[in-house]
């Protein structure tokens, strides 16, 4: 098992370019979320999933769109990148209520 | 609404001290988990473990321990004989809506630094 998987692992982008990070896996989970990682704030919740076809917001979602075609994929939309989103993102799949989070290697976003 | 609160934002310690991360979480629900994981400098983040909210009794694992006491909301835990390999952030987390969403609130994290 791959686990959970992300593309890229780094990327810089100007102002206002758009991009999609990539998240997939391979555990069968249905639960699927998105954090950002900045320093001193830990990591919060972008966006998340509790099934195929099945997204909603989480703490905090401007400037981001998700979609779940398949129970394996999950990816992460930038709309217009902004300074602010420059961060670290984590995708993670989880097999149920009270199981711990699978998290991704990360993706280093940074935007100019 | 829940909420995880790890007070200590860095903690540096000499090898082989004792050093015990606090994390205290608000939350109306009865029943639930907690969990800490770990990121080291490389960036990973490394899940350390899950605990039952009905289990109170200190979990071990070698050098590490975890001790949670309901009464006073608090999930702190605690490395024995710190080594330098130990250094990184750790993050205690707790579930968003009672787990029904898959997903976790972390506080803000410690970060630990352990000195040779």
């Known amino acids: 098992n791959a686990g959970v998987t992300q593309t890229p692992k780094f990327q810089v982008l100007k102002t206002g370019q758009s991009m999609t990070l990539q998240c997939a896996q391979d555990?069968?989970?249905?639960?699927m979320s998105w954090y950002r990682q900045d320093p001193g704030m830990g990591l919060r919740l972008i966006h998340y999933s509790v099934g195929a076809g099945i997204t909603d917001q989480g703490e905090v979602p401007n400037g981001y769109n998700v979609s779940r075609s398949t129970t394996e994929d999950f990816p992460l939309r930038l709309l217009s990148a902004a300074p602010s989103q420059t961060s670290v993102y984590f995708c993670?799949?989880?097999?149920?209520?009270?199981?711990?989070?699978?998290f991704g290697p990360g993706t280093r976003l940074t935007v100019t | 609404a829940q909420k995880v609160t790890q007070a200590q934002t860095e903690i540096s310690v000499v090898e082989k001290e004792d050093v015990t991360l606090d994390c205290v979480y608000e939350t109306r629900d009865t029943t639930y988990y907690l969990f800490w994981y770990k990121q080291p400098p490389s960036g990973e983040l490394v899940f350390l473990i899950r605990r039952n909210s009905f289990d109170e009794q200190n979990e071990i694992s070698g050098r590490y321990s975890w001790n949670f006491q309901k009464s006073t909301s608090s999930f702190n835990f605690t490395i024995t004989a710190s080594q330098v390999v130990d250094s990184a952030v750790y993050f205690c987390?707790?579930?968003?809506?009672?787990?029904?969403?898959?997903?976790?609130?972390f506080g803000k994290g410690t970060k630990l630094s352990v000195k040779p």
């Open positions: 993670a799949s989880c097999p149920g209520t009270g199981y711990e989070q699978y």
């Open positions: 987390a707790f579930p968003n809506y009672g787990g029904s969403q898959g997903n976790l609130i």
């Open positions: 555990m069968n989970h249905e639960y």
